[in-house]
């Protein structure tokens, strides 16, 4: 994959969100969750529903704003100035956010401006961007009329089209076929090659397969934190993900 | 990116098949107007042209013509604000808005005047037909213009109070009802107030187009037509600041 390469900053710190609170009315959603990433670094951020993932990430991506706490993004502060920090991010909600009447290279070129991105450079990333995430096929036809595996990898285009540093992906694979997960697991990983990517996820096997590390959630606090390996074999044994989480998840209150 | 959000409204409104049934329509409706208002004029000429101050053509159709259609357009402009920002709620597409890098008022104001040049669109047609009248008689310019910078300044005021009210649900039907009981409800108080001085009438934005009507640039109702969407473009601004903070 020919992509500009980045000059060495595998240990720069693109996202760090320190005590980030939030309350909706009296109940209090996330409390307390602190994150750091590195660039080239994938984080998988594991929860049952309900468990703050989702509010998280909004407040990462400045679509919250958190009661307390403070998130900087390749060191802008999200809080003060939101608008050069939220041009390095990228961000798929839970449902992905489609313009349905518009065709899929034109809301594609929308998203790239949204960004930022100069208009001579737009184009260029309009054809990279839909050949990775195999939108060639469908890239004349309107979004509307498309299959909910095709959105889904439309909402994914949107959020990488401007190369953003900070890539936030909520449950990415949800209503994809099991050949399309496998390739959007591949685009993952190589996404984390150059960008830090945030996504949150129920397949125990995803996590596995793309993160480098696993935050796990649960009643809006972090109560694991580290490397996928380290989960793996979190009791002793190896390869015993799925138990581990949920031994994880039961032995919290 | 005022622009870029502008021209992606547009876009959207001209890729729905009924957007153009709906400017087929309204040319429709408005011609009618045109053409009723043409006939009566001729049916009266004779009379008119014994007086000795008689109103010209101008004041005679077009000056009627564009008070009827300041009046449809309050009815009309909620159906097209109620969709601004309550839909892109329902669709679940404002996060993609609120996670770039824009500010509150950049999206407020790309979708102002992103309407508001599908309106003056939806509008360039009234000028244009009376325009046809210039082919047998000379007309008033000054009367035109005037008329023509009254109703884009009215049209400003409808589309900012319309998307504040689709700026507070994600309903787009209880946005169109909201923007349409308002506006309806402040002309029907400005026309049922009888006394002189009532606040009523210095409320209601048909009632400061009235000067335009008649050919008078007053600064007064410029003001007040700036001042009134100013107003409401400011309370969306906020109201999508407070959907980062309530979520």
């Not at chain 1, 694991?224 to 793996?232: C, K, R």
């Not at chain 2, 008689?137 to 109703?151: I, P, V, Y």
Request: neutral net charge; charged residues 15%.
């Amino acid at each position: 994959m020919a992509l500009p390469t980045l000059s060495d900053t595998s240990t720069e710190t693109t996202l760090s969100a320190r005590s980030l609170v939030r309350s909706f009315g009296s109940r209090r959603i996330v409390q307390d969750v602190s994150l750091q990433l590195k660039r080239g670094e994938v984080l998988g951020l594991l929860g049952h529903n309900g468990a703050g993932k989702s509010t998280t990430m909004q407040m990462l991506t400045g679509c919250l704003l958190p009661d307390s706490g403070s998130i900087e993004i390749c060191g802008i502060d999200l809080l003060r100035r939101p608008l050069p920090a939220k041009s390095h991010i990228g961000y798929l909600p839970e449902t992905p956010p489609l313009y349905r009447e518009l065709g899929v290279n034109d809301f594609l070129a929308f998203a790239a401006r949204l960004r930022g991105m100069k208009s001579s450079a737009v184009a260029e990333a309009v054809s990279e961007t839909t050949r990775r995430c195999g939108l060639e096929s469908v890239s004349k036809k309107i979004i509307g009329t498309l299959s909910k595996g095709y959105q889904q990898r439309v909402g994914i285009a949107q959020a990488i089209i401007h190369k953003p540093d900070v890539i936030v992906l909520d449950e990415p694979t949800v209503g994809l076929d099991p050949s399309q997960i496998r390739d959007i697991r591949n685009l993952i990983r190589e996404l984390g090659d150059h960008s830090s990517v945030i996504l949150s996820t129920h397949l125990l096997a995803e996590v596995e397969s793309v993160c480098d590390r696993v935050q796990i959630m649960q009643h809006g606090k972090l109560i694991y934190d580290g490397t996928t390996a380290a989960l793996a074999s979190y009791g002793g044994e190896p390869n015993q993900i799925e138990a581990n989480f949920i031994r994880i998840t039961e032995e919290q209150p | 990116m005022i622009k870029l959000l502008a021209l992606r409204e547009l876009r959207s409104l001209f890729t729905t098949p009924s957007t153009w049934f709906i400017l087929a329509a309204l040319q429709f409706v408005f011609a009618w107007f045109f053409l009723a208002r043409l006939e009566a004029f001729l049916q009266i000429q004779p009379q008119l042209a014994q007086l000795a101050n008689a109103p010209g053509v101008t004041a005679a159709i077009a000056a009627p013509v564009f008070n009827t259609i300041a009046l449809l357009l309050m009815m009309l402009v909620p159906m097209f604000t109620m969709r601004l920002i309550a839909e892109e709620r329902r669709n679940q597409t404002l996060p993609l808005l609120l996670s770039a890098p824009l500010s509150s008022a950049h999206i407020v104001l790309g979708k102002f005047f992103g309407l508001l040049a599908f309106l003056a669109i939806l509008t360039c047609g009234i000028p244009l037909m009376l325009y046809t009248l210039a082919l047998g008689t000379a007309l008033d310019h000054g009367l035109m213009l005037s008329n023509l910078l009254g109703l884009l300044l009215l049209t400003a005021c409808y589309v900012a109070l319309g998307l504040y009210i689709s700026a507070l649900t994600s309903q787009p039907v209880i946005a169109a009802i909201g923007a349409l009981a308002l506006l309806v409800g402040l002309w029907l108080a400005d026309i049922s107030a009888t006394a002189e001085d009532s606040p009523w009438h210095a409320l209601s934005p048909l009632n400061h187009f009235a000067s335009f009507n008649t050919g008078l640039l007053d600064s007064g109702d410029i003001a007040f037509f700036v001042l009134f969407s100013t107003a409401f473009l400011l309370l969306a601004m906020r109201r999508i600041h407070n959907n980062r903070i309530y979520g």
